[in-house]
């Protein structure tokens, strides 16, 4: 018995650590749970290619797990609202009593203060305490009520289709957010790459400045004037490299990344000019999430036009019950509750009963709700009037845009081309004592500009078939577009 009482004690003591050895505060020194942990570590492990980003921003950004929630929470309350409309009303009561029983005859509108007092009276006021109890249970049931069950739980149904659809539409506003902000960070990108050729080539020239001034064969202002546009070149790299930090971090709070670092691969963006035309046909605006959450809308406000349709009919309640009741009175010499003073109920009783109720005062209200309802439901039609002109509006403009962002590109390499062999024969002329410096920085000027020109160029054709994609509302034929490039340009 020794053993086991130790043993006994020393699993006491083992629980009795774990249980208050952790002091209050503790748990803020555990790790944090990260949710999608594991698909996190692989975006910020590698560089992101878009399809990826979008793909992970659909998936967890905060905008969109609230949406499923909303949406997860308007199917439930399908479910809610017919439980609500056919499950009857019950209720199951017992009380035990204890009062004086005085009785006056009187009128009265019926309030908590005052208890009903069942049965006949004394011929005197007493205040001795007597003992009542009573238990038992109701049923009430509507069943009938022309139609206005079935209207409340269809508007419930036409609620969760509009949460249907705006989920569809915040997803595609995440997806675009997240697209444009990688074009962004690949601008920014180039950008960099063309400040930091910018800045290559001054230095080059810088060294070719010091070594003719060195030799006396130009004035030392030319040397100050290169080093001063090398300066400047830095400076440019400066900016153009916030310029990318910040255009990351736009990226990773787009994805739901808020606060943490990722590299992007932007292979085959920003040198590919022409990537094949999709979406080249007209859009089916009716597929297009924004307009199906305005037509939802619309539908929600239709529905609750139909319960007030509904509202005015009467209802048929049809109720029944059991109940016991025990009374410590004793009648004309005859005790209420036989042996137990009324501690206990003893008496049933039990009743069925059909109740018809109509307000029949409601039309007039009923009347002022739906003239309300009605202007509310024009309010919803225009809004999906404006929608749907702002789409083809929306459509009209993004194919314009394609179209100048194909010939931007087209035209780019010729400008890159023209200014290079200007830079070029400034920095010869230079070197045969025919230019000057300032000729010569202008001259890169002009090519680093082109450079940073030719990449915005580029992806500018992305971004007006994103637009496309947007105005369509299905950007997956943009993703698979923009993978089949990068695949091909990563071989």
Avoid at 266 to 282: F, I, N, R, S, Y
Avoid at 347 to 355: F, G, K, L, R
Wanted: net charge neutral; glycine share 4%.
């Amino acid at each position: 018995m020794s053993r086991l009482t130790a043993y006994i004690a020393v699993c006491v003591m083992v629980c009795l650590f774990f249980a208050f050895a952790v002091p209050v505060g503790a748990q803020d020194l555990l790790p944090p749970i990260t949710l999608h942990q594991a698909i996190e570590q692989n975006v910020l492990d590698r560089p992101v290619t878009i399809k990826a980003a979008v793909e992970y921003a659909s998936q967890n950004y905060p905008n969109i797990l609230k949406s499923q929630a909303q949406m997860r929470a308007a199917q439930k309350n399908v479910t809610v609202q017919k439980l609500n409309e056919y499950l009857p009303d019950s209720l199951l009561q017992y009380q035990e009593i204890m009062a004086s029983h005085n009785k006056l005859s009187q009128i009265f509108y019926g309030s908590p203060v005052f208890p009903a007092v069942a049965g006949p009276g004394f011929n005197n006021v007493n205040m001795q305490p007597i003992f009542f109890s009573s238990g038992g249970f109701s049923l009430d049931w509507a069943p009938l009520d022309f139609g206005l069950h079935k209207a409340r739980i269809n508007m419930s149904k036409d609620q969760y289709a509009q949460a249907r659809a705006q989920f569809a539409t915040t997803q595609l506003d995440v997806c675009l957010a997240a697209a444009n902000a990688f074009l962004d960070s690949v601008v920014a990108m180039e950008q960099l790459k063309a400040a930091n050729e910018n800045q290559a080539s001054f230095d080059q020239f810088a060294q070719v400045v010091h070594a003719q001034v060195n030799a006396s064969l130009k004035p030392g202002a030319d040397a100050s004037l290169a080093d001063a546009q090398l300066a400047n070149a830095r400076n440019d790299v400066i900016r153009a490299n916030l310029a990318y930090e910040i255009a990351l971090a736009n990226l990773a709070n787009t994805l739901g990344l808020g606060g943490k670092s990722l590299q992007i691969d932007a292979t085959g963006l920003a040198t590919t000019a022409e990537p094949a035309d999709m979406q080249k046909d007209v859009p089916l605006f009716e597929t297009v999430p924004i307009l199906q959450t305005a037509r939802a809308a619309l539908n929600t406000a239709k529905a609750q036009k139909r319960v007030l349709d509904k509202e005015y009919f009467p209802v048929f309640h049809f109720l029944g019950g059991v109940n016991m009741r025990g009374s410590g009175l004793d009648v004309r010499g005859r005790p209420s509750g036989q042996d137990v003073n009324g501690l206990f109920p003893l008496v049933p009783n039990y009743q069925v009963a059909m109740i018809i109720n109509w307000n029949f005062l409601d039309i007039v209200r009923l009347r002022a709700e739906k003239k309300v309802q009605m202007e509310r439901i024009e309010q919803q039609n225009q809004d999906f009037n404006l929608v749907l002109q702002n789409l083809k509006t929306q459509d009209v403009q993004s194919r314009a845009r394609v179209k100048a962002a194909l010939a931007l590109a087209e035209n780019m390499p010729v400008q890159v081309k023209a200014a290079y062999m200007a830079a070029s024969q400034a920095a010869a002329r230079y070197k045969t004592g025919l230019g000057s410096v300032a000729q010569v920085a202008e001259a890169n000027q002009v090519l680093a500009q082109s450079r940073a020109q030719e990449a915005i160029a580029r992806v500018g054709v992305w971004r007006a078939l994103l637009a496309v994609a947007a105005v369509h509302g299905d950007i997956k034929p943009f993703l698979a577009e923009a993978e089949r490039v990068q695949k091909e340009r990563g071989l």
